[in-house]
């Protein structure tokens, strides 16, 4: 007997560059998708390609594929935590400047043109060459990136919306020279009289150079501000991999040495002293402590650890000292698998954006061929060549922005990658598209949806004590201690008490609370069975207070001094 496995398709994301519109997109994943065994996504707003392949297609002949579609593409660099996580490390080239440049151009040209030919009072005697002098520049140097794009999509049998562009403003431009040199609108004192009439002409008396220098700056304007959409996603993405260390301090030999966290191997002994992150995944071996993990999961309480214990990286040790065993360390953590779940995110596709991308895909070659029917029915219809054309300009013109295929991906991508920002992990887009009809929150614990710092809320004290002295001594010993849950109640403490003595003995009881002297009594403060090691109970009212605060979600804090339980801490 013979079987026939068959092995499972291997995945890759690819970076794709030189796209300029959605529909560059649709034709790349297009190419991609007809290869045998392989099925392609690209999005134009990550300027990516997530491609799963079988059989004999390899990454090579993936990128080859792209390529001569006439775009380029590249593996992307793998995700990586801590400094310098975002492209191009720390310092990041600033790729808007070019497009700025020309955006600034354009417009500083275009509305002086724009004015003089909407504004006849504008129109001195010899305005429409100065308009040609201000809009040369802008068709052809600001304009250029279209006209490049155009000329190699049509090298490849393609048109996109840089296409719709340059054809539009090149015509509406050649056909101005051809009027101001060879037709009478080079004519000294000619005008554009503005007016809401409707009159056939030959349009050998009309320039277009407003709409040929107006068009441009708006699309450049539109793909400006696209561009820096994006670029703030990727921040809010970068900003995610920065949680993670810079550097750490691992033990080798028996030596402390500082080195950077992308150095770190599996089996390394790292230090992390209290209030630093730890540096990646891995195992307590030595030491106890309280870590803050509420990045991951939301949880403002501190987690207590010991030897033997799992810690995730960028979480941030609370309390005591650490030697943390690495067992997973760069694209591997935790928090690496975060990134990527944002990333995957941002580079899938909702059901209104294939919607849009296949509209984009065949929008150019619909308005081409409604221009050239417009001519040829203008010309059939008896006609000038001058009138036809004419017509024909303005259907390219009026075609050209391309925000069709551009709004729905930049949304998602500015949408997922602001809730990375804030917290708030969305698993695709198809997720955060679903989100409009939804009408009921599930949270999965009390404290979930909180500030993420802890506050001192109430005082429940026994017959016969003070709340103004469990303040001070409570707050007192708590000040000395670095954990989160302490520093709540010194906060507290000092805000209704004011100033708070001096410990004159404080001891930290790893796991349980903080033990000490203030002002000549002994002092506990923690969980009531640190007290019980002391052998003190709560009284009766106070172990319901602390059942109620604990079964309302909070934690509770049990407070005794001189042999007797005081009073229970709500935080």
Request: with cysteine.
């Amino acid at each position: 007997m013979t079987t026939s496995t068959t092995s499972a398709p291997a995945e890759v994301e690819l970076a794709i560059g030189g796209m300029t519109c959605a529909s560059c997109a649709a034709r790349i994943e297009k190419k991609l998708n007809r290869m045998e065994g392989v099925t392609a996504t690209v999005n134009y707003a990550t300027e990516k390609a997530k491609v799963s392949y079988a059989g004999d297609v390899s990454v090579p002949e993936l990128i080859a594929t792209v390529e001569a579609t006439g775009y380029t593409a590249r593996e992307p660099e793998p995700v990586r935590t801590g400094a310098g996580s975002g492209p191009g490390g720390a310092e990041t080239v600033d790729e808007l400047r070019p497009l700025r440049e020309r955006l600034v151009t354009s417009v500083v040209l275009a509305v002086p043109v724009i004015a003089m030919a909407m504004v006849p009072a504008l129109q001195f005697e010899y305005w429409q060459w100065l308009s040609l002098t201000l809009a040369a520049p802008v068709v052809t140097y600001a304009a250029w990136p279209f006209h490049k794009a155009a000329f190699t999509n049509a090298r490849h049998g393609a048109a996109t919306m840089d296409t719709l562009i340059s054809v539009g403003t090149s015509a509406a431009f050649l056909w101005s020279l051809w009027a101001l040199f060879l037709g009478t609108a080079g004519t000294p004192g000619m005008t554009h009289p503005f007016e809401l009439t409707i009159a056939r002409g030959d349009g050998s008396g009309n320039i277009y150079l407003e709409a040929a220098a107006g068009v441009t700056a708006f699309i450049l304007a539109g793909r400006y501000f696209e561009a820096r959409s994006k670029r703030k996603a990727g921040a809010a993405l970068k900003a995610l991999l920065e949680l993670g260390a810079k550097d750490v301090t691992v033990v080798r030999g028996g030596r402390e040495e500082r080195i950077p966290v992308g150095d770190l191997k599996v089996g390394d002994r790292f230090l992390v002293r209290p209030g630093e992150k730890i540096a990646t995944d891995g195992t307590v071996v030595e030491g106890s402590s309280a870590v803050d993990a509420s990045m991951l999961t939301g949880e403002s309480v501190p987690v207590e650890v010991a030897a033997g214990d799992g810690v995730t990286g960028a979480t941030v040790n609370a309390g005591g000292r650490l030697v943390v065993e690495a067992t997973r360390v760069g694209a591997d953590t935790q928090l690496a698998r975060m990134a990527r779940l944002v990333e995957d995110a941002q580079s899938g596709k909702a059901a209104a954006q294939r919607l849009a991308d296949r509209i984009s895909g065949v929008f150019v070659p619909v308005v081409i061929a409604l221009a050239l029917a417009t001519l040829g029915f203008w010309l059939g219809n008896g006609s000038g060549p001058a009138a036809a054309f004419t017509a024909a300009v303005a259907v390219l013109i009026i075609a050209c922005p391309c925000a069709l295929g551009l709004a729905t991906p930049t949304a998602l991508m500015v949408g997922t990658g602001r809730g990375a920002q804030l917290g708030i992990l969305i698993k695709g887009p198809e997720v955060l598209e679903s989100t409009r009809k939804v009408d009921t929150i599930v949270l999965d614990k009390t404290g979930t949806v909180t500030t993420g710092r802890m506050t001192l809320l109430a005082v429940h004290t026994a017959d016969g004590t003070d709340e103004a002295d469990v303040l001070r001594l409570a707050g007192a010993l708590e000040h000395a201690s670095e954990h989160p849950i302490a520093q709540a109640v010194a906060a507290g403490a000092t805000e209704r008490a004011g100033a708070l003595p001096t410990p004159e003995d404080f001891a930290n009881v790893p796991g349980l609370g903080v033990q000490g002297v203030v002002e000549g009594h002994a002092v506990l403060v923690g969980r009531e069975k640190l007290l019980a090691e002391w052998a003190m109970e709560l009284p009766a009212e106070l172990g319901r207070a602390k059942t109620r605060a604990e079964a309302a979600g909070r934690t509770a804090i049990a407070v005794a001094w001189d042999g007797e339980a005081r009073a229970v801490l709500e935080v």
